[in-house]
């Protein structure tokens, strides 16, 4: 069986993007039959790595992809951008560190949602982040 | 984007509503409207409807606190009401605590709340 979606890129650049962005990622998820708990999971962290991009890198982009195997129902977003980096990942990802006043939620409250969460970034290198819900096809 | 904020008064309680997410300007905007509605209305309380969010994420969250924070300054009381299901318990997953205000399921919880927080006070 191959009727796999065929994946999407979109450009973050605006603020309006971050709810374009979140919005596309819950339709996905409703075209593959992902329940409401797993959609808001999905927007809300997609919300958060959109919301970084605009706040930290000013722009990026964001793909969504099906990387369902025959057992696994995947869905894939790809979030990346070639702003100023993350100096220290382990910082950033615990509860409540933030270098813009922020509640420093986001990486770690989206790292909690998400089946997997994958974050490559160093200083001047940009920040890609790669995160997944899953779902069994049975 | 032009932002204009809603609000409807019912005694001495302000109800307004966030429909989709702010620009920063926009908050800016919201703040400023509410804390100046409440000094020109002389309200007690204000009632902040959120259920047209279908995604709370956590800048929102501090803005919503935030807003929260301003409208206290001012001496009224706040309650937030009509969070979704789905948004409240992925808010818990996210692992903290982001809301630092009152937050009721209906808008007739959120009235009730804020008038027996008036009521105290008075
Ligand atoms: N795309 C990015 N580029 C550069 N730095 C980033 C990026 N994303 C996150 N960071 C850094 O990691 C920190 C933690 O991010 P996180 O989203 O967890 O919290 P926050 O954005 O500070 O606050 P919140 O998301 O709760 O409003 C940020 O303060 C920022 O320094
Ligand atoms: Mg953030």
Redesign the interface.
Known sequence: MNNKLKSIQLPIKT??D??LT?RKA?EVAIKMGFG??D???L??AV??LA?NVIQYAQQGECEISDQSTPEIVILQVLIFDYGPGIADLEAALR??FSTSQ??G??L???R??MDEFYIESGLQQGTKIRIQIHASSL | ?NFKTPLLQLGDVLITSIQ??L??AQVSEFQQDLVRAIGVKNANAVVIDISAL??????M??VINDTARAARLVGAEVAVCGI?P??A??LV????Q?FDVQTTFNLEQALAAVKAAVDVRL
């Open positions: 603020v309006d971050i709810v979140r819950r409401l708990a959609q808001t999971r927007a809300s919300s958060e919301r509860d409540g922020g509640l939620a986001g770690p409250g989206c909690r949602l | 984007m989709t997410d620009s920063d279908d995604v709370v994420d956590s800048f969250a501090r979704q789905y948004v318990m992925t997953e996210m692992g903290r982001l």
